[in-house]
C-alpha cells in the first residue's frame, strides 16, 4: 500500500517569500505524483503533475515541483508567494498503471501574511 | 468550460433518512469518484468508477453506495443515513492522470 504524507500540517510566510510544501511517499514502483490546491469552502484544483522526464515540473500561478526517487519526495515550491495563495496544499499519489486511482495526502495549510 | 457539478451544495439529515448526493459531469470523463474530507485527514476515497455500471470500492465504502447509469453522471447513496457519516462530500471525474473536483456538498447527519 502506498502512502504519501505532508509531515507540515501548518506553514505560513510573509508576502513575497519562497515557501516549499513537503510531500513523501513510500512506494518501490513506478509512480505518479500531482499537487492540488484548496481554497477555503472549495473543491481541489489541480497544480501540476509528474511521472517521468524532467523532474523539475512547473504548474499554474508559479508553482514548481521537484521529484526525487532517492528521497521519496515530490516537494511543491514557489519563488515569491501572494496573499492569494493562502490555502490548503494536497499532494496525491497513485500507482501506475491505475493512475486513476489516486491516494491524498492530509494537506498543509499555507497561510500568507502582508 | 469543463465542470463538475454537484447538487446539492448543503444538506441536513436526521439520522436514519436516506440520502442521494448526485453528480454531474460535461467532460465526458470515464472515470468518476466520490471521496469525503474531514479535518485532518484528507481525502478518503469511497467509490470509484470506471464507466456506467462499473464501479469499485474505495478505502472507506462501508455505509455507502453509488450508482452510475449514465456516464455523465455519478450518484452517491446513504441509506440510514448516520451521525459519523457527517462530512464534506466531493465528486471529481478524472482524464489522463488530472482530476477535477466539484464543489463538495456539506452533509450534516443530526
Known amino acids: 500500500t502506498q502512502t504519501v504524507s505532508q509531515s507540515d500540517a501548518h506553514v505560513t510566510v510573509f508576502e513575497g517569500d519562497s515557501v516549499e510544501l513537503r510531500c513523501n511517499y513510500s512506494y518501490g514502483g513506478s509512480i505518479y505524483l500531482s499537487w492540488y490546491i484548496q481554497h477555503h469552502g472549495r473543491g481541489l484544483q489541480f497544480l501540476l503533475k509528474?511521472?517521468?522526464?524532467?523532474?523539475v515540473v512547473q504548474g499554474v500561478n508559479g508553482f514548481e515541483a521537484e521529484f526525487s526517487k532517492s528521497d521519496s519526495s515530490f516537494h511543491l515550491r514557489k519563488a515569491s508567494v501572494h496573499w492569494s495563495d493562502s490555502a490548503v496544499y494536497f499532494c496525491a499519489a497513485s500507482l501506475m498503471p491505475n493512475y486513476n486511482v489516486l491516494y491524498f495526502g492530509s494537506g498543509t495549510k499555507l497561510t500568507v501574511e502582508p | 468550460d469543463m465542470k463538475v457539478t454537484q447538487m446539492p451544495r448543503y444538506l441536513i439529515k436526521r439520522m436514519g433518512e436516506n440520502v442521494l448526493l448526485e453528480c454531474g459531469q460535461d467532460m465526458s470523463h470515464e472515470t468518476m469518484y466520490w471521496y469525503r474530507q474531514d479535518p485532518g485527514l484528507g481525502l478518503q476515497l469511497i467509490y470509484i468508477?470506471?464507466?456506467?455500471?462499473?464501479?469499485s470500492e474505495g478505502d472507506i465504502p462501508k455505509g455507502y453506495r453509488v450508482s452510475r447509469k449514465k456516464r455523465e453522471h455519478f450518484s452517491l447513496i446513504l441509506d440510514s443515513a448516520k451521525t459519523n457519516q457527517t462530512s464534506v462530500y466531493f465528486c471529481?471525474?478524472?482524464?489522463?492522470?488530472?482530476?477535477?473536483f466539484g464543489k463538495g456538498t456539506r452533509l450534516t447527519v443530526v
Open positions: 471529481a471525474s478524472s482524464l489522463l492522470g488530472e482530476v477535477f
Open positions: 468508477s470506471y464507466d456506467v455500471d462499473s464501479n
Open positions: 509528474y511521472y517521468s522526464g524532467n523532474p
